[in-house]
């Protein structure tokens, strides 16, 4: 069993920026693939960004590319997500995913790929 445990959630004004952060005490996450989701209110939630086991490979939704970067430190066991020039549509409730039975190299965007999940932290981008 992985606990995932999201933070860095809060309030941040329209065109500003936010890093969140994802990360497991039990077990290492540097052999999983992650990626984020959110969930806005009266939405289902939705893919923003993955990233694959060693890092170097990546994939963003079109409506976060260019202003969020995923990146992980596998020696600190913590992914991250760094959300800049923050728009009111981001706000949303945000999760952690990761797949264990990833292969090397792999990167996903659906969620019925991942297999353990975070609890979320809000995220409230003001106008």
């Known amino acids: 069993q992985v606990r995932l445990v999201e933070s860095g959630g809060g309030l941040v004004q329209d065109g500003g920026s936010l890093n969140v952060s994802c990360t497991a005490s039990?077990?290492?996450?540097?052999?999983?693939?992650m990626g984020w989701f959110r969930q806005a209110p009266g939405k289902e939630r939705g893919f923003v960004a993955a990233?694959?086991?060693?890092?170097?490979?990546?994939y963003y939704a079109d409506s976060v590319k260019g202003r969020f970067t995923i990146s992980r430190d596998n020696a600190k066991n913590t992914v991250y997500l760094q959300m800049n020039s923050c728009e009111p549509e981001d706000t949303a409730v945000y999760y952690c995913?990761?797949?264990?039975?990833?292969?090397?190299?792999?990167?996903?965007?659906?969620?019925?790929?991942?297999?353990?999940w975070g609890q979320g932290t809000q995220v409230t981008v003001s106008s």
């Open positions: 039990e077990r290492s996450l540097a052999f999983y693939s």
């Open positions: 995913a990761a797949n264990s039975r990833t292969t090397v190299g792999r990167i996903y965007f659906q969620e019925y790929d991942y297999n353990y």
């Open positions: 990233i694959s086991s060693s890092g170097l490979s990546t």
